[in-house]
Nanobody, 119 residues
Framework: QVQLTESGGGFVPVGGSTRLSCAAS???????VGWFRQAPGKDREFVAT???????TDYADSVKGRFTISRDIKNSVDLQMNSLKPEDTGVYSC??????????????WGQGTQVTVSS
């Protein structure tokens, strides 16, 4: 049974940083874990993905160079978010899926955590 639990987030000033963590259990060696976000009134969108081995990563163009996804030895997938912008505001969820960037290919999801970027 795959279980994913997010932590971190909250209120962050424009230009600030925060770190999200996704505690994962039941994830296999060949799996892929990603972060997605959903802003109010918008569809859920891809943010970043990492192979469970930590070797392969992928980022949305909107976060490339500002966000870093990593796999921790404690079986968590972290998302370091720097130079935050108001448009980064949303509910961030981690999920087991694929490198397709589509939320539809993810089968297990965490409950999500709110990130609000404001001045």
């Amino acid at each position: 049974q795959v279980q994913l639990t997010e932590s971190g987030g909250g209120f962050v000033p424009v230009g600030g940083s925060t770190r999200l963590s996704c505690a994962a259990s039941g994830v296999g060696f060949s799996d892929v874990v990603g972060w997605f976000r959903q802003a109010p009134g918008k569809d859920r969108e891809f943010v970043a993905t990492i192979s469970w081995t930590g070797v392969i990563t992928d980022y949305a163009d909107s976060v490339k160079g500002r966000f870093t996804i990593s796999r921790d030895i404690k079986n968590s997938v972290d998302l370091q978010m720097n130079s935050l912008k108001p448009e980064d505001t949303g509910v961030y969820s981690c999920a087991r899926g694929s490198f397709s960037r589509s939320p539809a290919t993810s089968d297990y999801w965490g409950q999500g955590t709110q990130v609000t970027v404001s001045s």
